[in-house]
């Protein structure tokens, strides 16, 4: 599968649209919880920054282009999260539980399979993860957000773990 998908244009999300960016009204503690996804140790700048690092380093031009592609899916994902942080009457800082983002966060592996290993492992958590908070919160769109974010984070694991068994093996 991994390879089929490297000859095509290389597709790092699930097909299907993204709910829209609403919530059910202002919720500081909503917005807390999402303030680790989104800029927390585990979250999506600390993926986007680590993916990109990866890209950066690969000597394998088809993970490369993998990493870079699951970047910027996960830099979406953090856009649609601070959106959302906003609309719960939050200020979408880079930070949560009063620290500031930063970026001794980043696993800096240079050996290709170190960061396809890494980075499947924090898919797996980043699943479940959004599917805990998901069962936390009531506002249906919040949920309907991190639920279809997961979906993505699968995608991400799946080809993760099709690269590990194409290179690692």
């Avoid at 970047?71 to 999260?81: K, N, T």
Wanted: aromatic content about 8%.
């Amino acid at each position: 599968m991994f390879m089929q998908e490297m000859r095509g244009p290389l597709v790092c999300h699930v097909r299907e649209p993204y709910p829209a960016i609403t919530v059910e009204g202002p919720n500081r503690e909503y917005a807390e919880i999402l303030m680790g996804d989104y800029a927390g140790k585990d979250s999506e700048l600390t993926a986007i920054l680590q993916y990109i690092y990866g890209n950066l380093v690969s000597s394998n031009v088809e993970v490369a282009q993998l990493l870079m592609c699951i970047a910027r899916v996960e830099m979406h994902h953090f856009h649609m999260l601070g959106e959302t942080i906003k609309l719960l009457g939050v200020d979408p800082r880079y930070q949560h539980m009063g620290k500031y983002w930063n970026a001794s966060f980043v696993k800096y592996e240079r050996d290709t399979c170190k960061i396809l290993h890494a980075n499947r492992e924090d898919e797996m958590a980043a699943i479940r993860e959004y599917r805990r908070q998901a069962a936390r919160i009531a506002d249906t769109n919040v949920k309907e957000l991190l639920l279809r974010i997961a979906r993505d984070e699968e995608v991400h694991a799946r080809l993760l773990g099709e690269a590990i068994e194409k290179y690692c093996s």
